[in-house]
């Protein structure tokens, strides 16, 4: 168990839709990373926040948006949902804002389907 | 970040050492070499890594060549639980903080 919290586990929609994920970092961790696993693009990296600032940016479309809260919780919402959004979304934590040494913990993942 | 290059699979008998290599001929003074493995239908989870020199942890070992174009994972005693995609990433102090995955390569464990 990382200690990263990811709900809901799975979620199922349709295209046109609008959809949030929800993060909870380890505790005493200021940084929220946002992942993409799909079948054909493999892991990337969406966003990263840090202490409720956006912090980097990565593959992320414009329908796509990303927040962190107060208490450090992230959400990741996914609008205008299309077939190809269907994938694996994973959150990441870690201590600080640059941890190129340090180490990331994933969550369990959301699968997310878009029919 | 420099990239990596992985072979796409290998496999392991269990109980017998697992060496994988990773490539990485265009690295920089202060990229850091990061093993991070992800178990089926779990999120990654990181495994080990280092800067210049060999680096031992419960989990693994690193092996660092000298000129640094090139390192292994070791898995000392494969499991069956090691059977995972292992990704071997280069992470730039001085750059992004983000991880990039490749595409690693699977170990499949035989009983």
């Known amino acids: 168990d990382s200690g990263v919290t990811q709900t809901p586990k799975h979620l199922i929609t349709a295209t046109g839709q609008r959809v949030t994920l929800r993060c909870s970092p380890r505790s005493g961790d200021l940084s929220v990373y946002w992942y993409q696993q799909s079948l054909d693009q493999g892991l990337q990296f969406l966003i990263q926040?840090?202490?409720?600032?956006?912090?980097a940016k990565g593959n992320i479309l414009e329908r796509f948006s990303a927040q962190q809260f107060p208490d450090l919780h992230s959400e990741l919402n996914l609008s205008s949902l299309e077939l190809g959004d269907s994938a694996l979304y994973f959150c990441?934590?870690?201590?600080?804002?640059?941890?190129?040494?340090?180490?990331?913990?994933f969550g369990p993942g959301t699968r997310l389907t878009v029919l | 970040d420099a990239k990596t290059t992985q072979p796409n699979s290998m496999e392991s008998n269990e109980e017998e050492p697992v060496h994988l290599p990773c490539n990485h001929s265009?690295?920089?003074?202060?990229?850091?070499i990061h093993w991070y493995r992800q178990l089926p239908s779990q999120g990654p989870e990181y495994v080990i890594h280092g800067l210049t020199s060999n680096v031992n942890n419960r989990m693994a070992s690193l092996a660092i060549a000298e000129d640094r174009k090139s390192s292994t994972l070791i898995l000392h005693r494969a499991t069956l639980r090691d059977a995972a995609v292992y990704y071997c990433?280069?992470?730039?102090?001085?750059?992004?903080?983000?991880?990039?995955f490749g595409t690693g390569t699977r170990l499949t464990v035989i009983p």
């Open positions: 990441a934590s870690s201590p600080r804002w640059r941890d190129s040494y340090n180490e990331q913990f």
């Open positions: 990433i280069l992470r730039d102090v001085l750059g992004a903080n983000n991880l990039f």
């Open positions: 265009t690295i920089s003074g202060t990229d850091y």
């Open positions: 926040y840090y202490n409720g600032e956006e912090r």
